[in-house]
């Protein structure tokens, strides 16, 4: 073979390549794309969400590009990234509620639609941004079950609710997170549970780590009480606290710690050989959170049509003795 007709060959050949590269960004290009922007990238809660909405894309055709926003310059430029992919709207869970007016303008500016999950965008006027279809847990009602299940254990172990502290673990910064924790307390005095022995732990963030940094200086302060309750907005922070009383000493079955979430973080405790304190949480569907938002989002795009204005979920309680069988009903 001459030297020509090899360098004829291999040009043909890069031409057929070129073309069929050039097929491939057309039909890209036709794919519908949306974003899922989460605050905690790295929580179990999330990585499901994210997880369950880039396989509804799959079955129905189109893409899901998942992005952390941290904080409120990260979800500007992950908006700066999605609009320079093409994408058409996102899913956002936001690092901060306050931060609803600012990412909004910047979607409006690029036409994108969004829909909010788990924590509801607040307004200027400090109400929620109705406008922007959400769909979240029904916090007060969850919080009351988690109220509740403490409650029961309290009188399962029989303990003198006069010898219990309860470390109340708050983000009153979140609105979701305050109606959850608000359900709690409200369950707990509705049995007989006395106000004064409530503790107060403020937490700067929605995790373990922030929720230990809380509560380790409220339980060593009030050693006096013989038992402890524990609860707050999620399971995560539930650990942070649980993990606090072991620090300082107190054994599991001094402990009653309910979280709400139902992940990878409670099942990681529930497969553990010994019971902690962590006495269970109430489960909702992640995955269903994840898969539904994303999937009215696309129809929003599709379809025209726009997602209820707000769709509440509800959970489940697992303990050590169920949470195979409600992760499996859950499809967690
Ligand atoms: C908030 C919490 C998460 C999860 C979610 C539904 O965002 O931080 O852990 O409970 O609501």
């Avoid at 109220?147 to 254990?153: D, V, Y």
């Avoid at 732990?201 to 402890?228: C, E, L, M, R």
């Avoid at 099942?267 to 019971?275: G, I, L, V, Y």
Wanted: with cysteine; hydrophobic share 35%; proline share 4%.
């Amino acid at each position: 073979m001459s030297l020509t007709s090899t360098a004829t060959r291999l040009a043909l050949v890069s031409a057929v390549a070129l073309a069929s590269l050039g097929n491939a960004q057309a039909q890209d290009q036709d794919e519908i794309e949306i974003g899922f922007i989460v605050k905690k990238p790295e929580q179990a809660w999330f990585i499901n969400e994210q997880r369950a909405a880039t396989e509804l894309g799959e079955e129905m055709g189109f893409e899901v590009i998942r992005l952390s926003g941290e904080d409120g310059q990260q979800v500007l430029s992950a908006i700066d990234n999605l609009n320079s992919q093409g994408a058409q709207g996102f899913v956002i869970c936001p690092p901060d509620v306050r931060l609803g007016p600012t990412i909004m303008n910047r979607a409006e500016q690029y036409g994108m639609k969004v829909v909010t999950v788990d924590d509801r965008f607040v307004g200027s006027d400090g109400e929620p941004m109705e406008e922007v279809p959400h769909l979240g847990m029904t916090g007060y009602k969850i919080g009351q079950q988690v109220g509740n299940a403490i409650a029961e254990e309290m009188e399962e172990r029989g303990w003198d609710p006069s010898e219990v502290a309860a470390l109340r673990i708050t983000n009153y910064e979140l609105p979701t997170a305050k109606e959850r924790t608000d359900g709690a307390t409200d369950a707990l005095l509705e049995w007989g549970f006395p106000e004064d022995n409530i503790l107060d732990a403020p937490q700067q963030n929605s995790d373990t780590s922030s929720a230990f940094a809380a509560s380790s200086p409220v339980i060593s302060k009030n050693g006096d009480y013989k038992h402890w309750i524990i609860y707050a907005l999620n399971e995560e922070s539930v650990l942070g606290g649980v993990r606090a009383t072991e620090q300082y000493g107190l054994e599991a079955e001094e402990v009653i710690g309910v979280g709400i979430n139902g992940s990878g973080a409670a099942f990681a405790e529930f497969s553990r050989e010994n019971p902690t304190g962590f006495h269970g949480t109430v489960a909702v569907s992640s995955t269903m959170h994840g898969s539904e938002t994303a999937e009215n989002l696309y129809r929003w795009i599709t379809e025209g049509e726009k997602p209820p204005a707000n769709t509440e979920t509800a959970g489940t309680l697992m303990t050590r003795d169920n949470w195979e069988q409600v992760r499996d009903d859950l499809g967690l």
